[in-house]
């Protein structure tokens, strides 16, 4: 694991020295850059390692290898949508995070509510539509602490702290779902699913509050390209 995690360090430190020779000019778009065993012997690195990098930056769209060539530099700056298809990348694990957390927890909450739960649920469905259009924050905050209700209902307290220290890691993927795709939330996204969600735990339906939560999810899921 320590070897792994060294040569990916490694790595990441040659793309990073190599795309800073780019960018102070060092070489022209459409030069040829040195080979391998030249690299590796400038950044202090194995060849292996030179080669990783290089795959790196290719992925970034900076450079382009030619069979039988070499390898050539395409432009000097990363493509413009490669920060924005890697943070969707992440929002989309962390959605699926969260699809699995709340399945179960609302099987659970449909199981072992009480009127109290009932009462904060409905509480909270209610927030959530009175957030709508009020801004992408105020909505997500809101969206949140319906799940949140919902967890607590299953009555399980490490599924209840599991979901509190994930928390601040889903906010801000929903915040960042709703600014790279530019999202609108005045709509009230999945607001039937949500409604459909509240109903079934309330009335002891694990199976339909399964169903309604999931759904919910997979039009997160969806929305961030999975």
Known sequence: MTSSIRRHLLTDQAADLLRSRIASGEWEVGAKLPGETTLAAELGVGRSTVREAVRMLAGLGMVESRQGAGVFLHRSTPRQDWDRVLRTEEIRHVVEVRHTVEIEAAR???????????????????????????????????????????????????????????????????????????????????????????????????????????????????????
């Open 108 to 226: 659970l909450a449909a199981a072992r509510r009480d009127e109290a739960d009932v009462a904060a649920l409905r509480q909270a469905l209610h927030a959530r539509s009175a957030a709508s259009g009020t801004g992408a924050a105020a909505f997500v905050d809101a969206d949140i602490a319906l799940h949140r209700a919902v967890v607590v209902a299953a009555h399980n307290p490490v599924l209840t702290e599991l979901f509190e220290t994930f928390v601040p890691r889903l906010r801000e993927a929903l915040l960042d779902l709703t600014a790279a795709l530019d999202l609108r939330v005045g709509s009230e996204p999945e607001a039937d699913a949500h409604r459909l969600l509240v109903e079934a735990i309330a009335d002891g339906d694990a199976e339909e509050a399964v169903t309604s939560c999931g759904f919910a999810a997979r039009e997160y899921l969806l929305t961030s390209g999975g």
